[in-house]
């Protein structure tokens, strides 16, 4: 059964950075897509940020240039700086695999306040 399991989640103050991290059950090469969506309350979840297999990026339009996504055969990476109030949120990795099966992470809370 593959599990994601993220870590990295916290308190920070705005300005302030976290690093974010997504271990696999098994070996993300068997994802073609990994990457991370958020939560917030009363809101719609949104993909904040996403990488192929090949290294290519997408990022939310709210975050780019302050967050990067990375991984490796471990794990998926979100590093997140310049931290805001408006980016607290459950953020949670997911992987999608060569038959467009998703797997999800329960995710991790990240607290920014002002």
């Known amino acids: 059964q593959v599990q994601l399991v993220e870590s990295g989640g916290g308190l920070v103050q705005a300005g302030g950075s976290l690093r974010l991290s997504c271990a696999a059950s098994?070996?993300?090469?068997?994802?073609?897509?990994m990457g991370w969506y958020r939560q917030a309350p009363g809101k719609q979840r949104e993909l904040v940020a996403a990488?192929?297999?090949?290294?290519i990026t997408n990022y939310a339009d709210s975050v780019k240039g302050r967050f990067t996504v990375s991984r490796d055969n471990a794990k998926v990476y979100l590093q997140m700086n310049s931290l805001k109030p408006e980016d607290t949120a459950v953020y949670s990795c997911?992987?999608?695999?060569?038959?467009?099966?998703?797997?999800w992470g329960r995710g991790t809370q990240v607290t920014v306040s002002s």
């Open positions: 997911y992987g999608r695999d060569s038959t467009y099966t998703t797997y």
């Open positions: 990488i192929t297999s090949g290294g």
């Open positions: 098994v070996s993300t090469l068997s994802f073609n897509v």
